[in-house]
């Protein structure tokens, strides 16, 4: 029973983090390499990713940059490579990338839903068919997907956005149930509510930006940190630990 209700320190456990250059990411990377990790993080800004890369060396973290663009298959294929070149490998993934622009389906912006399908849903599945051959390999691995509460309950103008974190928690469960007993591979569905980001400044249609922002405007949201707190918690779990679903809504945010 030794270790049983212990953490597991995360040094030397290979993390790759992607939609760190902001947000949720960048906190959860700095989460990571604080525990020990070395950590690969990416996004498309190389510039937010190299300060952060900076900041991490400062803490007495390693990081490694690579710039990424989650709907890229080659590209989300060369971030699995990076880390195994870098760090000798890839024990947890965070599929956190992701995109919210917001509008009710009558205004049928399709570019917008073909975005979010793009990088909610298949960069998701390009950094699952990316790292799992690694992690076969190596015996063992920790995939945590970043979905969302609108996962489990749509909202008015968040159909489409919903429909891909619905999809997440789907790939999720059948993730956990064809490998977590068979191949040692943990997953992770992370479902915050609202969180203080960028992710709302993107909503492309002024009225629904201002709508949503301003519900939020006198209330208290997540804070970045408190996502990535969750994070940690279900990635330094003992490895007989599963911890397959966290819901992680603001006190302000009953439903
Ligand atoms: N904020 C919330 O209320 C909330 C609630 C529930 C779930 N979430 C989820 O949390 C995740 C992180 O969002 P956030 O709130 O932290 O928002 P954010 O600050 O806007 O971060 C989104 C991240 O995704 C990256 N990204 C977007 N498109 C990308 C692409 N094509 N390739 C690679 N990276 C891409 C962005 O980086 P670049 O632009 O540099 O590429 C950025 O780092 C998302 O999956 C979101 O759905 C957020």
Partial sequence: MSGAGQGVPLDGRVAVV????SGIGAAVARALADAGAPVVVAA???ERLASLVAEIGERGGRASACATDVTVRA???????????EFGGVEILVNNAGVMPLSPLAAARVDDWERMVDVN???VLFGIGAALPVMLREG???????GSVAGRRPFPGGTVYAATKFA???LSAGLQLELSAEAGIRVTDIQPGVVDTELADHIPDPEQRAAFQGRWSEKRALRAEDVAAAVLHAVTAPAHVNINEILIRPTDQPT
Avoid at 140 to 146: D, K
């Fill in 140 to 146: 063992r691995g920790h995939i945590v997907n970043v």
């Fill in 121 to 123: 849903v298949k960069g």
């Fill in 18 to 21: 992607t939609g760190a250059s």
């Fill in 168 to 170: 997440l928690r789907a």
């Fill in 44 to 46: 498309r800004r190389a």
């Fill in 75 to 85: 590209e989300v294929e060369a971030l699995i490579q990076h880390a195994q070149s």
